[in-house]
């Protein structure tokens, strides 16, 4: 892949998560402000709790069929459908789970149960995402990102001034995701012709199928629970509001994490072909990606009161002081990035597992004790000192 094929798959790829994020960042801002700190809260915990339900479901397929279709270049390959088929069977599942365990999780019973619905919708737009990625068709993935996007901004913006309750909210965004995932099954089959989702799958696929998923399933676990770590254990103590102050924040530091992830995400598919210059790349990539974070993280914490007055009015005064700490700890984590996207990337997928597993055995407790002692700023200081 030439160097300029990259800088225009990581534009795609920025242009998609500045729009799905900048969607995302909006909708929590409408609730803060309109709905309260609690409420942010609340749906901070829920929609974790759905992300961390479609990565167990996905079964760290996505990561393998990304890599598959990167090689393959072909769309009729069995994995693909077994893939799909995978997905989905474990989201019913979880479905199921989280319908009955709703009471025990939060309040907000029958928000949950019907945001988790969501789960199925994103089966498919996992799959979807993964093909396109493996394809290198960042264009097509941009173009339904943005559809979800704009439906679930529109159809929340549309909740909030109506209703005012965080249920409806969550239904808005359930129907988005389910109105831009027949999008995106549009413009995925029209950009791969080949794609055979629907084919049988004999048996003595899903078994090599299953192992190599197995392990990615188990690194993108661990990933997700130290990132969401801070949410969980302020929610484990009943601390909603400290919970939306963190949730505030980090919608923040999640659109300066564009930049980082739409550069690891183009440089991806290069990596699988241990190509020496794409390695090279990313190393001074990493340097240079870290060094403005850093810098971003001084400038924030002079700028951050006055983005959090403009943005959520009065009384976020302790997410203003969250905000630098959260991207100092994006910079150092771009930092160790580096070293688990190879591993990933060239196949040590069960030796990522185990660096990352040492780091979620340590995070947990830290979490926690911090997040018991100083509130939303221990869990912020946590997160630091994890990466």
């Not at 920025?14 to 994020?21: H, V």
């Not at 919708?121 to 996992?126: A, I, R, V």
């Not at 930049?259 to 072909?273: D, H, V």
């Amino acid at each position: 892949m030439s160097g300029q094929t990259v800088s225009r798959n990581a534009l795609w790829l920025f242009l998609s998560r500045l729009g799905t994020q900048g969607a995302l960042f909006l909708v929590a801002v409408g609730i803060g402000r309109q709905l309260g700190a609690a409420s942010l809260g609340q749906y901070a915990l829920i929609t974790a709790i759905v992300a961390v339900g479609n990565l167990i479901s996905s079964f760290g397929m996505d990561t393998h069929l990304m890599r598959l279709a990167s090689r393959e270049r072909r769309g009729d390959c069995p994995e693909f459908a077994i893939g799909l088929r995978l997905q989905l069977y474990l989201s019913a599942i979880l479905i199921f789970i989280i319908w009955l365990t709703a009471p025990w999780i939060t309040d907000l019973v029958w928000g949950l149960r019907w945001f988790s619905l969501a789960l199925l919708p994103l089966g498919f737009t996992t799959i979807y995402s993964a093909l396109l990625r493996g394809f290198e068709r960042m264009d097509v993935l941009m173009r339904f990102q943005l559809a979800i996007a704009a439906l679930q901004f529109l159809l929340t913006g549309l909740a909030i001034w109506r209703s005012g309750t965080l249920e409806t909210v969550l239904i808005a965004l359930l129907l988005g995701q389910l109105l831009g995932t027949l999008y995106a099954a549009h413009v995925t089959y029209k950009a791969i012709p080949s794609l055979r989702l629907w084919q049988s799958a004999p048996f003595a696929n899903w078994r090599p199928t299953l192992t190599q998923g197995m392990t990615l399933f188990g690194l993108m676990l661990v990933s997700m629970l130290i990132q969401k770590a801070g949410v969980f254990s302020l929610s484990s103590l009943g601390q909603d509001s400290a919970v939306g102050f963190l949730n505030a924040a980090m919608r923040i530091s999640s659109a300066v994490e564009l930049a980082p992830i739409a550069i690891f995400g183009a440089l991806f598919p290069t990596l699988t072909k241990a190509s020496a210059v794409a390695v090279r790349k990313m190393a001074r990539t990493v340097v240079l990606l870290a060094m403005s974070l850093f810098c971003t993280a001084v400038a924030l914490y002079w700028l951050a009161p006055y983005i959090m007055q403009r943005l959520f009015g009065s009384g976020w005064e302790l997410s203003a002081q969250i905000l630098p700490i959260l991207i100092l700890g994006l910079a150092l984590s771009t930092l160790g990035q580096r070293y688990a996207m190879l591993l990933v990337a060239q196949g040590y997928d069960r030796q990522a597992l185990l660096a990352t597993a040492l780091l979620l055995l340590i995070a947990l407790p830290l979490f926690w004790v911090l997040s018991a002692a100083y509130g939303a700023i221990g869990a912020a200081w946590a997160t630091v000192i994890t990466a």
